[in-house]
């Protein structure tokens, strides 16, 4: 089955994510995405990342009702800092019947050619690209062998809604339905931006 993996912190998953999600699955050949919560990612600092276990509850409550849509929790019992390209050596050696697709926004295709071990990565999956508002997606910087996902993009972004929340402002649809006030009374990011 093709797989496609959708690597982040999700500090907090957001309507942007579910809104590329269900697109690609809806269409494109994709049986299934995957969640794949990163514990830290190497290239951004942690401040304001709520512990995993608070953000994989969040997770939870948001696709768990979501067909097709999944948390993987691979990275977290993995050696820190966790690579993508380690991530997808342990997914293909865990789901040897599966096909992986690498699903990033624009914003990481001009550095993805320094990710750790970049022609292997290539090796291991595909690579798909979504459409993020201030970043081209430029023909040059594409590995060979991509996709890019037409008319699928998204401007939402976790800062802003920590920022939002701490500061007690609403975030209007960037958050699933129900998902503010559930978050709110959890007290999540109420001292963190």
């Not at 023909?139 to 939402?156: F, I, K, M, S």
Request: proline content about 7%; some cysteine; glycine content about 8%.
């Amino acid at each position: 089955m093709k797989t496609g993996l959708l690597f982040g912190s999700f500090n907090p998953v957001h309507a942007g994510h579910l809104h590329i999600a269900r697109q690609i699955l809806n269409s494109e050949d994709i049986g299934e995405i995957w969640f794949v919560v990163s514990p830290q990612n190497p290239f951004k600092q942690d401040q304001g990342l709520l512990p995993v276990e608070d953000r994989l509850a969040i997770l939870h409550r948001v696709l768990d009702n979501e067909p097709g849509l999944r948390i993987c929790e691979v990275e977290l019992d993995m050696p820190k800092p966790s690579y993508t390209v380690d991530t997808l050596r342990r997914l293909h050696a865990d789901h040897p019947d599966r096909s992986f697709v690498l699903i990033i926004g624009s914003d990481n295709l001009p550095a993805l050619h320094r990710w750790k071990d970049y022609e292997t990565l290539l090796q291991l999956a595909a690579v798909w690209i979504y459409h993020r508002p201030g970043y081209a997606i430029v023909q040059r910087d594409l590995p060979p062998g991509a996709h890019v996902c037409e008319g699928v993009e998204t401007d939402v972004s976790s800062t802003r809604i920590r920022e939002a929340l701490h500061t007690g402002k609403s975030v209007g649809s960037d958050l699933p339905p129900g998902l503010e006030s559930w978050i709110r009374n959890k007290g999540y990011y109420a001292g963190t931006a």
